[in-house]
């Protein structure tokens, strides 16, 4: 059966952004939706300690080929990375706002972010053949070349939001209706 894992970005948590929103969607649709609520702060996130969480799925099993996941901001690196380290496929993924090797937002991000990135992202195409990117062209965090140069390595589908800034609360992106046909 079909599942979805919503992953949030650096300094946040399962009840920001568009992330309550949908997880509400997903459930009134009667999918499994499992929102983990990863080590965020200097000291404490880092890749060990979100792939020790992102494990415990892959041992229970319920992170597997029927699996979905949507990813924001630092999450999309971090789920490639995860995904290639332990040769998981699954059956789609959604990336909001997704980077890699991209340092320069301030001090604090760039110390939590710096671990999650890799060297071998296009390895994510093993392992999915259905990765979708959404991005904008005036995040104020992260170039839009480096987002752009994000999907065009690994998506198979982008979507380019002119004004989404950042895509998440701060941008008013508490709903993210375009996500929805990807359920």
Known sequence: MNNYILVHGSFGNP????????????EKRNFEVYTPD???GVGYQNYTNWSR????????????????????SI???????????????????????????????D?????????MYLDNLEDIKNYCNDIICFYTKNDPYVKYEVEKD???LISTKQVVIEDGGHLNS??????FKELLEFI
């Not at 568009?18 to 969607?25: N, S």
């Not at 080929?65 to 949507?70: G, L, R, V």
């Not at 001090?107 to 671990?115: C, F, H, L, R």
Request: hydrophobic residues 45%; negative net charge; proline residues 4%.
């Open 150 to 152: 994000f999907a065009d």
């Open 38 to 40: 990863f080590p965020t």
């Open 170 to 175: 701060e941008s008013g992106y508490t709903e």
């Open 15 to 26: 009840f920001v952004n568009f992330i309550p929103y949908l997880r509400g969607e997903i």
């Open 53 to 72: 969480l992102l494990k415990c799925y892959l041992d229970a099993g319920i992170l597997n080929e029927n699996t979905t996941i949507f990813a924001h």
């Open 107 to 115: 001090e604090d991000y760039d110390a939590v972010n710096k671990t």
């Open 75 to 105: 999450a999309p690196v971090f789920v490639c990375k995860f995904l290639i380290e332990n040769k998981v496929k699954v059956k789609r993924l959604v990336f909001v706002c997704g980077f890699n090797n991209y340092l320069g937002i």
